[in-house]
């Protein structure tokens, strides 16, 4: 029998690769390899370096390793201009470019696919005055975090929601929405969006052949409802109305509340400042479905926390990935060992696995919005999270 490394089986794999080239044409792959999950033991590798190794060779879909990465805003937000240029030049006709003008996010152990993780999509998109992207809707849920201090709106299945520097605003799976500037200066957000993992599914649709009525010439939907419709039947914690149904647009356990404004979830920060907070996660919210007290996506959660000046946070890992956007200070994260820092605006990204810690560095209050995708692995039993001890031991959070 021939053992593994001697020149026997050399052979023998030397041979199934010959039969393998031959079998391609019938769409047949003869195992020669184990297909290696590219993940490490959980309960073993407890390094705070290593976060996984990419299979090689013949593996199943996502065996591509997101790594841990930072955007520095002050890097790329120069496109967003150079975009903007071009777009509104002469030569080119507005609308092409006014649907999207934007740049995505992608993370550079995926390969130049056009996403952050296996499961989230991230742009970064400019407005200028008199851009519209006509009213569509799609499987996707997706939301932007508003940039800009104010100025640009979405309406959503006939709400009208006006942007301000730190709200969220969500256009859930199944609802029509379009965006545009009525303003004099242009406008800047981030989109993040499941749509990787809806790829994966082959789930994504997308339709624009709205039927309702629309706005002038400018392809976006007449708005339908009071100002500030969502903001007023869900805006109080804790208060539910029971006349109307829960449920907008075609999609499925998605927030009937598009609206977080940035200055609410401020002050409620604020409010919390002078509790003790979370050892790993410091002042931390998280953005529910006011209706059930859900994620706002079932694929997909956003929170904010506050770390307060000179704050470190302990190390913990989660299986899920998140997102991070900047919105106030300045700090550091330690990410698999590695020392990423920031400040407002930047965009990091923490893969499953990876231990990380988060410190203020500066003497004001430090914002960070997060996204991400743990509601998913919790629905599919996978969703587990570890802090590390002040002794070096290893707990389990859940
Ligand atoms: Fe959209």
């Not at 029998?1 to 391609?24: K, Y």
């Not at 989660?318 to 997102?323: D, I, K, N, V």
Request: proline residues 6%; negative net charge.
């Amino acid at each position: 029998m021939a053992i593994a490394g001697t020149p026997a089986s050399i052979d023998a794999r030397e041979a199934m690769e010959r039969l393998n080239a031959e079998a391609q044409a019938l769409h047949i792959w003869l195992r020669t390899q184990a297909n290696a999950p590219t993940q490490r033991p959980w309960f073993r590798e407890t390094g705070l370096d290593a976060s996984g190794r990419t299979a090689r060779g013949r593996v199943g879909a996502a065996q591509l390793k997101p790594l841990a990465h930072r955007w520095r805003w002050v890097e790329i937000a120069p496109y967003l201009e150079r975009i903007a240029r071009i777009a509104s030049s002469a030569e080119v006709s507005p609308i092409e470019f006014a649907e999207r003008q934007q740049f995505l996010l992608t993370n550079p152990g995926l390969g130049g696919r056009l996403q952050v993780t296996s499961t989230m999509r991230c742009a970064v998109s400019i407005y200028n005055p008199g851009d519209v992207a006509p009213v569509h809707i799609h499987t996707p849920n997706a939301s932007r975090t508003i940039l800009s201090q104010k100025g640009g709106y979405t309406t959503i299945d006939g709400e009208r929601c006006e942007a301000a520097r730190g709200d969220l605003i969500l256009t859930p799976n199944g609802t029509w929405h379009d965006h545009g500037n009525d303003g004099v200066e242009p406008v800047v957000w981030i989109d993040v969006l499941d749509f990787p993992l809806l790829e994966f599914l082959d789930c994504v649709w997308l339709d624009e052949a709205f039927a309702g009525e629309r706005q002038g010439n400018a392809r976006a939907q007449q708005v339908s409802r009071p100002s500030d419709y969502s903001r007023k039947l869900y805006g109080r914690g804790g208060l539910v109305p029971r006349f109307v149904p829960h449920q907008r647009g075609f999609g499925r356990d998605t927030t009937p509340m598009f609206h977080y404004r940035g200055v609410d979830i401020r002050d409620s920060l604020d409010g919390l400042c002078r509790h003790k907070g979370d050892p790993y996660e410091g002042i931390a919210l998280k953005l529910v479905n006011p209706a059930t007290g859900a994620s706002l996506f079932p694929t997909l959660d956003y929170g904010a926390q506050l770390l307060r000046p000179g704050e470190a946070t302990g190390l913990k890992r989660e299986t899920a990935s998140t997102l991070y956007v900047a919105i106030e200070g300045e700090g550091v994260t330690e990410i698999a060992g590695q020392d990423f820092d920031w400040r407002e605006n930047d965009i990091f990204v923490v893969p499953g696995f990876a231990w990380r810690r988060h410190r203020n560095r500066g003497d004001t209050n430090a914002v960070l919005y997060t996204v991400s995708d743990a509601p998913l692995l919790e629905k599919i039993g996978q969703y587990r999270a570890q802090g590390r001890m002040p002794d070096d031991s290893v707990a389990e959070l859940v």
